[in-house]
């Protein structure tokens, strides 16, 4: 199975940016994407991308201030996050995944261990 390693979250202060990384053992030909999970809430969904870069969603909530890119020679998957807000505060994590029911949803097979991110001033 393909192991996932996210990194890069941190204490940041409200308009702050940071970048998180997700590095795969090995290559995947498959849909990433990024999904946070806030204290006493569910996982939600953040950002998708397909293998080719060419197709991207995006949560509402965080349209327009982040970004999700892929390094395919790295096995590495970004997430740039700019603007930041407190609301932001969750663990992220990556993983493969595979298109829901609906169009613009998407289910985790595959999960990183998550990392950090805390936005507060």
């Known amino acids: 199975q393909v192991q996932l390693v996210d990194s890069g979250g941190g204490l940041v202060q409200p308009g702050d940016s940071l970048r998180l990384s997700c590095e795969a053992s090995?290559?995947?030909?498959?849909?990433m994407g990024w999904f946070r999970q806030a204290p006493g809430k569910e996982r939600e969904f953040v950002a998708d991308?397909?293998?080719?870069?060419?197709?991207?969603y995006y949560a509402d909530s965080v349209k327009g201030r982040f970004t999700i890119s892929r390094d395919n020679a790295k096995n590495t998957v970004y997430l740039q996050m700019d603007s930041l807000k407190p609301e932001d505060t969750a663990v992220y994590y990556c993983?493969?995944?595979?298109?829901?029911?609906?169009?613009?949803?998407?289910?985790?097979?595959?999960w990183g261990q998550g990392t950090q991110v805390t936005v507060s001033s």
């Open positions: 993983a493969i995944t595979r298109p829901g029911p609906r169009r613009g949803t998407f289910i985790g097979d595959n």
């Open positions: 991308i397909s293998w080719t870069g060419g197709s991207t």
């Open positions: 090995e290559r995947t030909f498959s849909r």
